[in-house]
């Protein structure tokens, strides 16, 4: 999820209020939000997961749409087999191939819509080279701080979330307690309709911490609790034990609010390559052993071309 | 596509006659050979990619069918937004989520028959599910090493070409030095065709180091050894600087004898997923503050459910 724009309490509490419209009226308000949408151009598009990212307008505003076919579930199998219209293209020996075109209640496409969309939204969408950084810790100090504070980057959202101003209905668990607690929901990216590609985020209460690079020994209670609760609500919840889960935290962050990723092993998701990704228990491992370990360790992150952060590394000679 | 069975030039002038068979014709055919399929069990899917490969019958004859959804291509973009029905399912702030359901015509999917199926395209597609396992030091001592030792796995094939007995013309670079050297060569997955998916392994000419298990501060001059001329080796032939090179190790690996990855940023390989993959840099690090680093901690790693590790880590009562 991307840095969200700031919103006023108003806007916030129509937020609010539109989550809680039946699905008939939130069906005719989107659809009437969707179909204005004017495509100007592809910022990316991957043909191998069936996704295309747009930047376009919606009455005047910029917007970008994100849209993601759903992924062919066995329940709906044979049905989809049976009510498809059929095409056939090739037949070779013992392989055929055939064109299927599946009613509209079994063909979803997961639409995603960011409005107003900002120039960093776009930024964000837009595919770009990609570039290996190792930050020292000095590196950090003086070029990756610096440039955090100077953004401001509005984590609005994640307030939102954490005040039960948004998504409230999405919350899988919570503990509430302020030094070390958390609540934990679904990711966008999960549709909740199967565990294979399960994505929950534990966001915690405390609003001091900014990333890996802020941890220490001190919050090893945190961290362990996060573990804990987190695994024993998933469990509970959908019956995915911990051997089926990368708890794992991300370097560079997308946002700067102390978050944990655990993603189905089964699920290759962006985001969970060795360049990016910190396994929770090695975190933790750690810092048992050395308190200021991430405070003083050299990370490799991955940055775009075009990332901001990426620049000043440029500037700074250390690229 | 799979290893095809042979098929005389009378069937193959057949196949080709039937390509040119009219749609209609054609679709009638699809639709009572696909309809007829019973659905056996799933034997893979990808709710990243949209595909589902399904092992079942045809009128009594083994059958696998695979369903892929087809790209979402800009062409079909403002049709695809104007026409499918649209339901709100979340809106906080400047993001909002829906689903679409368009019309059969712009839902796709590619579906390939192979039937009859042998037992042998059954496995090429079976998938085993995989497990995380975290693996103590005494994990290590009493599980894995006794195992690694039990199955005396052969790496003839590695000593082959440390000694230039096979493959020596695929090598890119070589540092014959018996304590610190290593052999650099294209890894077989790389058809050198293009950088994007570059991959090259690193083989160290000792022959006492299985793993990242056996790593300690001592081997600090081997590690830095390949990393740098590695690198170097890679910018001279192929251009590639650093920071477009993931430069790991695996654990477990999939042969013990030590070996590094220089593997292209652009090339989402797998095996590059934070649960199995340990960077370079990394490790030379931890090796730098604590030499048992690799011996003490714990390690995770991924396990297929058909892995004879896995049933050992399992009797031993640790998963």
Known sequence: MAAAQNSGDAETHQ???RLKTDET????????????????????DSTREKTIFVHGKIDDQEAIVILEKTPITEDVLPEMLKTS????????????????RPPPHL??????????????HVKKYLRQETFLIEETEQDYQSITLPYINSQSFSVQWVYNILEKKAEADRIVFEDPDPQDGFVLLPDFKWDQ??????????????????????LTADQLPLLRNIREKGLEAIMKRYSVPASKLRVMLHYQPSYYHLHVHFISLDYDAPGCGVERAHLLADVIQNLQHQ?????????TFPARADDTLLGKFREAGRL
């Not at 219209?85 to 299927?100: A, F, G, H, P, V």
């Not at 308190?291 to 990370?299: A, G, M």
């Open 193 to 214: 309709k199967q565990v294979d590609d399960l994505y929950l985020i534990a966001i915690v209460h405390r609003r001091d911490l900014k990333s890996l690079r802020d």
């Open 107 to 120: 063909s979803g496409v997961k639409t995603t819509v960011i409005c107003p969309a900002t120039e960093k």
């Open 85 to 100: 219209t059929q095409t056939l293209e090739m037949r070779n020996d013992i392989y055929s191939t055939y064109k299927l």
């Open 291 to 299: 308190s200021v370990y991430y405070r003083k360790h050299t990370l």
């Open 25 to 44: 009226e939130a069906g005719n308000n989107g659809e009437k939000f969707i179909s204005n949408f004017e495509v100007g151009r592809v910022l990316r």
């Open 15 to 17: 937020a609010a209020k």
